[in-house]
């Protein structure tokens, strides 16, 4: 086989996969990826949860580089942004990963249970699971915790609940989400924690943080209200993301990056050819066809690229038969049909059966993988694959 792709990124830069071996490690993601998955986000809260998490994380230092811009509350959208380059409006490349984390609302209490609305797919199943109340301190301006409780589904018929431990008053405004600590078993590489979607979030920050000693102009949207209530139209869901876009001129390339199913869920299936632990995902359509969808020229690029990226031990796997849910895409997909789904594997996305679970190493495979792709089009391999012969 030809080494086109690897070829061109070497000409760019001769020292990447070296770099990229040595500074994208389980460790460096996972300094991203324990804060961010442990700090609570519930759907509208992300400007003043994990945003401000990630502004301390990325430090001053990085912060006030000249080619990197980042604004917890960007236009007042509710949605992060992380910029690399001096266009503040033309971006060749945007990331996009939610934020949030699924989220319930509070109805008044009934003989000690608070009822709960989902504004997401809500997929656990009867049990309980750990789980805060959190509310806005309007004294001090910041979201805190008023209770931790369980969450309670007795019938999937029924409204799940949320039962506080301690006997506050609740009431609307406040929020429920589920509540856990990351953990990561460095034999294994298995974390489990809040992971739908801070893995695919800690990814791409350090993909960004990487690609800030380059010249790119890229853009990296944290976005915020990934769902609301569950439905067939695509706008309930990605609804943080759709107040995006129109601050950004076309882009060249993008990514969307969330957590892809490892096991029989609601929706569908794990891959056919490869599992946990085997390398980042990628495929061709989100949610059976109805969300995002891939080009086929940008496909079998992508085929190409994970083609060769296996050869410089970069582990990045076509997803067949396995399921993906709609992300970040759906909204850009109104402005360019480029869109590329990558991820990784995760089971008990939503908590359906069992706190979330990944590996760590298929994380640092996608964050090298998205490295690699977004350092793609400033190559002149990439301005030739667009002339359209
Ligand atoms: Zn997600």
């Known amino acids: 086989m030809s080494y086109e792709l690897t070829d061109a990124l070497n000409e760019v830069d001769p020292e990447i996969f070296e770099r990229l071996k040595k500074e994208i490690t389980p460790e460096s993601l996972y300094q991203y990826l324990k804060p961010i998955a442990d700090t609570h986000a519930p759907s509208q809260s992300t ?9 301390g994380l990325l430090g001053s230092e990085f912060l006030s580089r000249q080619n990197v811009t980042f604004i917890r509350n960007f236009e007042n959208t509710g949605n992060t942004v ?13 990331l996009l990963a939610h934020l949030d984390m699924i989220t319930y609302l509070i109805e008044p209490e009934e003989n000690g249970a608070f009822p709960l609305t989902p504004i997401c797919y ?26 931790h409780g369980v969450i309670r589904v007795e019938d999937r018929e029924m409204k799940p609940s949320f039962i506080p431990n301690d006997a506050v008053p609740l009431h609307p405004g406040m929020r429920v989400c589920f509540h856990s600590e990351l953990s990561w078993d460095r034999d294994t590489g298995v974390v489990r924690g809040s992971l739908d979607d801070a893995g695919g979030v800690a990814a791409l920050i350090r993909a960004a943080v990487f690609l800030a000693d380059y010249d790119i102009e890229l853009l990296l949207g944290l976005t915020d209200e990934e769902e609301g209530k569950a439905g067939l139209g695509s706008q309930t869901i990605c609804r943080g993301g759709a107040r995006l876009p ?17 096991a ?20 061709e359509k989100s949610a059976h066809g109805v969300g995002e969808i891939t080009p086929p020229h940008l496909y079998e690029l992508k085929r190409k690229l994970a083609e060769e990226l296996d050869m410089v031990g970069i582990r990045l796997r076509e997803n067949l038969g396995g399921y993906l849910s709609r992300t970040e895409g759906i909204n850009a997909m109104y402005r360019t049909p480029n869109i590329s789904l990558m991820g990784f594997l995760g089971e008990n996305r939503h908590f359906q059966r069992d706190v979330e679970s990944a590996n760590i190493s298929d994380l640092v495979d996608l964050s090298k993988a998205i490295v690699c792709f977004a350092f793609l089009t400033t190559t002149q391999l990439w301005h030739d694959f667009w002339k359209l012969q």
């Open 264 to 283: 029989e869920m609601y929706g569908g299936k794990g891959p056919d050819n490869f599992g946990l632990g085997d390398g980042a995902s990628f495929a």
């Open 82 to 94: 992380l910029m690399l380059g001096n266009d503040q409006r033309k971006k060749k490349v945007w």
């Open 122 to 147: 809500h997929l656990m199943e009867p049990g309980e699971r750990e789980a805060v109340a959190l509310g806005f301190n309007i004294s001090n301006s910041s979201y805190e915790i008023v209770t």
């Open 246 to 262: 129109r601050y950004f001129d076309q882009p060249e390339l993008v990514i969307a990056s969330d957590i892809h199913e490892a």
């Open 47 to 55: 400007a003043w949860t994990r945003a401000k998490v990630i502004e």
